[in-house]
């Protein structure tokens, strides 16, 4: 059974840093692109970063470029997204999503829900003071 897990959301002040996970068990994660979505309270899931297979090639959406960083470790089967300098406007359900890569350097964001085919549950990440 193919399923993602995400963790390490929480609740955290502005200025503040999160580490997310995203966990792949019943598949190897090493021949998937990944992505991390965010969907906040009356707003639609928009693409936060996406990641390559290798980690050779990475995305991020305008507004946290600088602030978020997103890695890999195949190893683990692991992919992780460090939120620094977090703003409330950040706040959201943050979800993972994998797809068999089509070439090695793919990695999808904008618009690109739909591509993915292996979702997580999501992870709370609230930002307040």
């Known amino acids: 059974q193919l399923q993602l897990v995400e963790s390490g959301g929480g609740l955290v002040q502005p200025g503040g840093s999160l580490r997310l996970s995203c966990a792949a068990s019943g598949f190897a994660l090493d021949v998937f692109t990944v992505g991390w979505f965010r969907q906040a309270p009356g707003k639609e899931r928009e693409g936060v970063s996406c990641?390559?297979?290798?980690?050779?090639?990475?995305k991020y959406l305008e507004s946290v470029k600088g602030r978020f960083t997103i890695s890999r470790d195949n190893a683990k089967n692991t992919v992780y997204l460090q939120l620094n300098s977090l703003q409330p406007e950040d706040t959201a359900v943050y979800f993972c999503?994998?797809?068999?890569?089509?070439?090695?350097?793919?990695?999808?964001?904008?618009?690109?829900?739909?591509?993915?085919?292996?979702w997580g549950q999501g992870t709370q990440v609230t930002v307040s003071s």
């Open positions: 999503a994998a797809d068999v890569a089509s070439y090695p350097g793919a990695c999808m964001l904008a618009r690109a829900e739909g591509r993915y085919e292996y």
């Open positions: 990641i390559s297979v290798r980690g050779t090639r990475t």
